[in-house]
Nanobody, 114 residues
Framework: VQLQASGGGLVQPGGSLRLSCSASRSIFSINAMGWYRQAPGKQRELVATFTGSRNTYYSDSAKGRFTISRDNAKNMVYLQMNSLKPEDTAVYYC?????????WGQGTQVTVSS
């Protein structure tokens, strides 16, 4: 499966962005689709993920500000990010799991700066 992340960019603090992840196959067949991020000099960390077809999990830093959603018909997963902070600056990756194997998108840069 191929995952393609898009939607990153430069945004001012307090602004919003919506990231999109397109999958090359039906996301019904992909488990644990979610978003991770990696800031310079830091380890990749979980931001938000589906834990089932509908259940979701958010990191503490994402709770209340980010929302993960999916469009099964379009094979898309989204991350709506509101109230962005400079510390949200990172490369954001989408990830899916099939038969225990993890598949990663190429990443999209999010920069939060005034």
């Amino acid at each position: 499966v191929q995952l393609q992340a898009s939607g990153g960019g430069l945004v001012q603090p307090g602004g919003s962005l919506r990231l999109s992840c397109s999958a090359s196959r039906s996301i019904f067949s992909i488990n644990a689709m979610g978003w991770y991020r990696q800031a310079p000099g830091k380890q990749r960390e979980l931001v938000a993920t589906f834990t089932g077809s509908r259940n979701t999990y958010y990191s503490d830093s994402a709770k209340g500000r980010f929302t993960i959603s999916r469009d099964n018909a379009k094979n898309m997963v989204y991350l709506q990010m509101n109230s962005l902070k400079p510390e949200d600056t990172a490369v954001y990756y989408c990830k899916g799991v099939i038969s225990g194997a993890a598949y990663w998108g190429q990443g999209t840069q999010v920069t939060v700066s005034s």
